[in-house]
Structure formats: C-alpha cells, structure tokens
C-alpha cells in the first residue's frame, strides 16, 4: 500500500512553459486535492474532486487545470507556467470512512519556474 | 473559507523546554481541528485530530492539544521537546462533512542539542 504518490519530485519549467504533475493513491479514497505551499502562508488549497468525474476549485485555482478520469489519478496541469507559481505542490486524500475526514498527503513537487 | 491564525512565526528552543504552539481559528460552529508536522524534507504527517469528545487530545511523539471552544483555540503541547521535533507545525481546520481543510501559515519550531 503505498498511499499518495506524486510524480515528479523536482521539476524546473521556464515561463510559459506546460507541465503535468502527477498524483495517484491506491486507497481507494473519493475524495483528493491538491495545495501549494508558499512560505509564511501555509498550505492553500488549489482544486478538489469528491469523486471520479467531478472537480472543482479551491481557494487558488487560476493557471492550473485538473481532471479526475479515475478514482486513482488526479492530475494537475500548469497551462502556462510563471514564476508566481514557483511552489512546492501538494496532492492529498481522503474518505467519508474517516470520520474526520483525515487527509493523507503526498511526499511533494517542488516546481522552479524561472 | 475558514480563517487559522498561528501566532508563532518561529520558535526557537533547548532540548528539554516545553512547547505551546498557539492556534485560532474563526467559524463559529462545529469543527474538526488538526495539528500536522512536516519534518525537512518530509511530507505532512498528522499529529493529532478533535471532532468531538475529550477535548484534550493525544498524538504521537508525546503532542497533544487542548480544545477550547469559548476561545475558538487548539493550541498544540509537548512538555518535554527533543532535536527531532524540529519542524514546521501546521494547525488546520475543517467544518464537519467538507473535506476542504483551511490551514494555518505554519510555525517553525528548531530545536538546538
């Protein structure tokens, strides 16, 4: 069981260059998301899907797209990379089974855009 | 979107000091309330949880946090810390049934030997 997997680890994009960055879980949890961690704000919250098909925004979604084709994979697109998205990227899971709804994180991208 | 406000920025402390890492958060009903480390180069792990019960609640490695609902506060606490507690501290919060967890900004906390 190897929980959240994200794919890559590190990763330099020039602006205005696109990228894909990978999130997989093999807990079969609903629901998964993904942040970004900058400095001095914590984590905040890009997009969510609660279900193979469905998504939606979170708290800072402009530049990025996602998708959830499978209840295994939600990937996030970087349409346009800038240097304001320079961050370490997060994916989480989690499952109305939990009763707090306890999220489980990946090990992080960390993205350079110069 | 819930608001969580950490106080500390950066603690800095001796090996055998306790710690109390202050959290506030600003809904005014039901919570659940978590408290997350990430060591350097690691990522999130969860310290401890409250959704309801005891409000004083034990994690691992020796943490726990007290739940006070008349001040809106989960402050985090370890009366003894070591040199591997060094790391960032998250407080976050969500409301029942909603997966969308709010987070703090973080409090780094370094240990010296």
């Known amino acids: 069981n190897a929980g959240v997997t994200q794919t890559p680890k590190f990763q330099v994009l020039k602006t205005g260059q696109s990228m894909t960055l990978q999130c997989a879980q093999d807990?079969?949890?609903?629901?998964m998301s993904w942040y970004r961690q900058d400095p001095g704000m914590g984590l905040r919250l890009i997009h969510y899907s609660v279900g193979a098909g469905i998504t939606d925004q979170g708290e800072v979604p402009n530049g990025y797209n996602v998708s959830r084709s499978t209840t295994e994979d939600f990937p996030l697109r970087l349409l346009s990379a800038a240097p304001s998205q320079t961050s370490v990227y997060f994916c989480a899971s989690s499952t109305p089974g939990q009763s707090s709804y306890e999220q489980y994180f990946g090990p992080g991208t960390r993205l350079t855009v110069t | 979107a819930q608001s969580v406000s950490q106080h500390n920025h950066h603690v800095i402390l001796s090996e055998a000091a306790s710690l109390e890492l202050g959290c506030n958060y600003s809904y005014g009903g039901t919570v659940n309330l978590f408290w997350y480390v990430q060591y350097p180069g690691q990522h999130l792990q969860l310290l401890l949880k409250y959704f309801s019960g005891d409000p004083l609640v034990k994690g691992i490695k020796g943490f726990e946090a007290e739940f006070i609902k008349s001040k809106f506060s989960f402050n985090l606490r370890k009366p003894s810390v070591q040199w591997s507690d060094t790391a960032e501290y998250f407080c976050a919060v969500n409301e029942p049934h909603d997966y969308k967890l709010s987070f703090g900004a973080g409090t780094t906390v370094t240990v010296r030997a």
């Open positions: 807990m079969n949890h609903e629901y």
